[in-house]
């Protein structure tokens, strides 16, 4: 095939991210009362990371509510709670990424929604 | 020996959320623009859970400088960049902890600093 | 109180390794397949650490099983799957622990079983 | 830009798994005698992920020596001591992509080596 290319790299860049960001903070103790600072540290956190453009955070507040034990008002942060949307600029190309709860097939799904050049 | 008692149980919990917060966290991207930011939001998840009374959390600023990477400015939380105190409350006892980077042991060492009768 | 005596140790070394065990391997992805491995996998890296006497892991097969995604077939490691047992000497102390899943309260809980002089 | 397509997702597919797979187990506790046992787990475990064809990975046995602390016998897992080569598998595309310490910028880098239609 031919070679490597700024849009494989790109791609490449963004699932890396993806999968860190799950990886790192899924099992994180939460309750609704310290939704939005974890929402804003995974952010700052893969911000950081090389290539990043942007990349927003949401945690579902309704599934926190939900699964905090009734006993000690928290529970941990899972992947079917985490709803992300992340810009990679490689070079000149931005890959779209997503991370959305899939209820269907019950799955935390990440996905491309848009590589386009700047 | 005799039974486990309620200095025991708030020994152990604090043991408990020394341990969790150093491998829920230890591997997080940071640059020494998002210390704040992690510093507290470390503090508040430790917080959300079972019997803490306190948690005070800061990271070396010099040695996430030091490790920065120069070419991608930012490294990943070490534990030896942890200083932590943490007071867990059992009924009434309190057991005041200790997460301090021991350098002679180049070793993150856990420590009880004072347990105490409310 | 009385200064910090090695049954306070021991029982916080416990506390520690719990917590560290849970937070470090949460979030796994397993499948029936992958259960003995990473059930071993997971006493050998705890029992590394300083005054581990003895550590058993037993993650729910079951649980695995039903939780398994039907497309994808793995799911991850939750704290309500794993079943510990482990045992940390300090000076001739033992401390007994366990992490077991409480169904009554929906909950991994962790608590001191004995203490006992060697 | 054209649509997304097959490559694109093969290759966003092994991002996903060495981010994942970094993240999940730097930090675990390891001994030159655990070497062995954790480089098959971690394989077990990205190789249960959807689309992995192949992974393969070995931890640098001299870096752990090194980092073994001289008093406690153990360090952590380190990314700079993981080398991983990873196929997926996604349609009839396959990516290589490999996780490898670069020593000039000290620096875990990953990258992708080849991409071929099957």
């Known amino acids: 095939m031919t070679d490597?290319?700024?849009?494989?790299?790109?791609?490449?860049?963004?699932?890396?991210?993806?999968?860190?960001?799950?990886?790192?903070?899924?099992?994180?103790?939460i309750s609704t009362d310290t939704i939005d600072g974890l929402e804003r540290i995974i952010e700052d956190s893969i911000g950081v990371q090389p290539h990043v453009r942007s990349v927003s955070v949401s945690i579902d507040?309704?599934?926190?509510?939900?699964?905090?034990?009734?006993?000690?008002?928290?529970?941990?942060?899972?992947?079917?709670m985490l709803h992300v949307s992340l810009q990679v600029l490689y070079k000149n190309i931005i890959a779209h990424?997503?991370?959305?709860?899939?209820?269907?097939?019950?799955?935390?799904?990440?996905?491309?929604?848009?590589?386009?050049?700047?």
């Open 97 to 118: 990424v997503e991370l959305v709860y899939d209820e269907a097939l019950d799955y935390p799904m990440m996905s491309i929604k848009k590589i386009e050049k700047m």
């Open 61 to 80: 507040r309704e599934m926190v509510e939900k699964k905090q034990n009734p006993k000690f008002k928290y529970c941990e942060l899972e992947g079917r």
């Open 4 to 29: 490597i290319n700024e849009r494989d790299i790109a791609v490449f860049e963004a699932g890396i991210k993806l999968g860190a960001l799950y990886h790192q903070f899924v099992g994180t103790p």
